[in-house]
């Protein structure tokens, strides 16, 4: 089968803020494309923001949805590529069936050397006909409906455990920044910042209270006001009480309601 750059010389540019994540496919890449020629690794939107600036377009563009510090559609808002863009994300299929209207693509982590493959076909079957209106409507579709984590990663005893969104009780930062679990358990996440973390979490169910917490929704026993602001009680003993500055206050009563 031949591949998108077959007997060329491509430079290819990769957003992957997953240093594991793109050292394989990295790998698949120049298996697939031996002359690919690969211009820079950006872990986040503001190293990516900076790289297109001052750089110009590559031939293709591999792109992870979810980087360091907010998504890549935040990159391609500012800086419309004019080359193919292929998405990566760890996230299900109904999440990104926009694209499948339009010339873009997309492959699913882990990601497969045969997948990627089937990708580069494709672009050569439509290499011609790649268009960037249709990317326009591609990336407006998704950030429509803005992919947050559905899991993360915590440490515990020297190895890595998965823990779904819905048994998080919230965060609090210390030192470090620890995941407060529904059951009562603290774990140490990878996260080096709270805005980081904030960015990642949907905030129909998550609201940053203050410097120090992150809370969930429905973890809410009751709230009570005070000269500062407010006093909200959660229903984990980790958490207990958690404080609301007047000024956020205002917001968070808006959250709580549903609203903006």
Known sequence: MSSYFQNEKPKILILEDEPLVADGLCKHIRDL?????????????KKALHWFEKSASPDLIFADIQLSDGISFDVFKQYEPACPVIFTTAFDHYAIRAFEVNSVDFLLKPIAKSELRTALEKLRKRRESFALPDFRTAIEKLTSGRIYLERLLV???????????????GFQKAELIYLIHRNGSRF????????????????????????????RIDEIRHIKSTHKG??????????????????????????ILGGK
Request: aromatic share 10%; glycine share 2%.
């Open 33 to 45: 494309i031996p002359g690919a020629q690969f211009l820079e690794i950006l872990s986040s939107v």
């Open 188 to 215: 140490i996440t990878d996260f080096q910042t709270m805005e980081e973390l904030e960015n990642k979490l949907d905030p129909s169910f998550f609201f940053r209270a203050n410097r120090q917490f992150l809370i």
């Open 155 to 169: 440490n515990h005893q020297n190895r890595l455990i998965p823990v779904g969104v819905e048994d998080i009780s």
């Open 230 to 255: 407010l006093e909200v009680f959660l229903k984990n003993p980790q958490l207990s009480q958690v404080e609301i500055s007047r000024e956020r206050s205002p917001i968070f009563k808006r959250w």
